[in-house]
């Protein structure tokens, strides 16, 4: 589609999600650590009643593989020419994840990097593309968030422990014009790194490389400063949807989808609060996924419920915080693509590398395809 460069923006196109299908309550969760907590706990603190766990083996890569493919047949006929992967658990330390997904996906050599701003990174990946749109680098982005916090978090933490779930979610990005449904109006960035200590993973990384003394006793897991966060959480998300707010124009009451970052239920009713937006115009997966990092804000995107409740062109704020620290927020119009869902592929070497919807609408995949789109 043609549009005036002042009006051209980024418009998403295509919508796709991957949960592993493994479902954990929070009672296996709590019996798993020996944690000292309760199902009543963490359901009326957190809001989590269960969450998807990757299988021993399945990858971060992987569910990002079923998520960029989901969003690709979401999208029909439209050839991704970059992929931004946002995560902060990758495959391996070097190199990114994010090439082999794109080879996976049958893109070719098409220019693919990870993006890590740990649960803000998918808004911090949308706004990197959307930019990239706009200049004319690329025209048709694929931007996956998709993070395995299983693989970092300490099962005995009872802090995150029952928190964090895996997951993956992406959208197909096109060029379009600012009226159209899922285009990216507004965003807001931002990051202050006093704060770094506060969600961190200590070892293994060039401060701490593995083979050396760790600084600390378990310091390959995860760990977070859950009450010093949840305070800069609600902070931060509330002044960068305000700023996002204030470059759209949009009084709180006209948005018709509030998606925040899915970290605890009580952090987003205190920053939808706050905002002036009511209950019905705010929509989350916190019950069913737990914090999915940076798939958190695409897997409501992409969740049939939300899409059933939202009409496209509707006035949609999203908002993410996370370690870093780093916080993001994009105002855009609700999408009219379809959501689509793809299980995990089962073994990254042998798994095809499209799936039947996929590979009519992508004559560029090659593999044979054999599996089908979960619903
Ligand atoms: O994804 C990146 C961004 N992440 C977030 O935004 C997460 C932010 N933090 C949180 O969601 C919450 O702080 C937690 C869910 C981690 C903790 O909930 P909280 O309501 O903030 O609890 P708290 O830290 O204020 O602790 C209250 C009490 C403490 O006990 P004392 O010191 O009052 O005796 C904790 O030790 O609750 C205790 N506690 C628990 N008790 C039972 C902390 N976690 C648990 C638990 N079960 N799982």
Not at 164 to 188: I, K, Y
Not at 244 to 269: E, K, M, S, Y
């Amino acid at each position: 589609m043609s549009t005036a460069a002042s009006d051209a923006t980024a418009v998403i196109t295509g919508i796709g999600a991957c949960l592993p299908e493994h479902v954990v309550d929070n009672d296996t969760v709590i019996a798993r650590g020996a944690l000292r907590t309760d199902d009543a706990w963490i359901r009326t603190r957190t809001g989590i009643a269960r969450r998807h766990h990757a299988e021993q083996g399945t990858s971060t890569g992987d569910l990002a593989v079923g998520a960029g493919r989901a969003a690709l047949v979401s999208a029909g006929d439209h050839r991704p020419d970059m992929l931004l992967l946002a995560t902060s658990t990758p495959d391996h330390p070097c190199p990114a994840t994010a090439p082999a997904v794109a080879h996976r996906l049958g893109l070719g050599t098409i220019p693919a990097f990870d993006l890590a701003a740990v649960c803000s990174g998918f808004l911090y990946a949308l706004v990197t593309a959307t930019a990239l749109v706009r200049a004319g680098t690329c025209s048709t982005p694929l931007v996956i968030g998709a993070d395995t916090y299983t693989t970092i978090v300490d099962p005995r933490d009872r802090e995150t422990a029952p928190i964090f779930g895996d997951g993956a979610a992406a959208v197909l990005l096109r060029p379009g014009g600012r009226d159209a449904p899922g285009a990216v109006l507004a965003t807001d960035l931002g990051a202050d790194g006093s704060g770094d200590d506060l969600i961190t993973v200590p070892g293994g990384g060039s401060r701490h490389p593995r083979g050396l003394p760790p600084p600390g006793p378990d310091s390959h897991y995860f760990r977070m400063q859950g009450r010093t966060v949840y305070a800069h959480a609600v902070r931060r998300m509330t002044q960068s949807s305000r700023t996002v707010l204030g470059r759209t124009g949009w009084p709180p009451d006209t948005v018709g989808a509030f998606i925040g970052h899915q970290a605890n239920q009580r952090i987003l009713d205190a920053v939808a609060e706050r905002l002036g937006i009511a209950p019905a115009r705010r929509f989350g997966t916190i019950h069913h996924t737990g914090n999915t990092a940076a798939a958190s804000i695409p897997l409501v995107m992409a969740d049939r419920t939300v899409h059933a409740a939202v009409r496209p062109g509707e006035r949609a704020l999203l908002t993410a915080f996370g370690g870093g620290l780093t916080w993001a927020s994009v105002a855009l119009n609700w999408p009219d693509a379809v959501p689509r869902s793809q299980a995990p592929p089962a073994d990254p070497d042998t798994t095809p590398l499209c799936t039947d919807d996929l590979s009519r609408s992508h004559p560029w995949t090659t593999t044979t395809p054999t599996s089908t789109p979960a619903s």
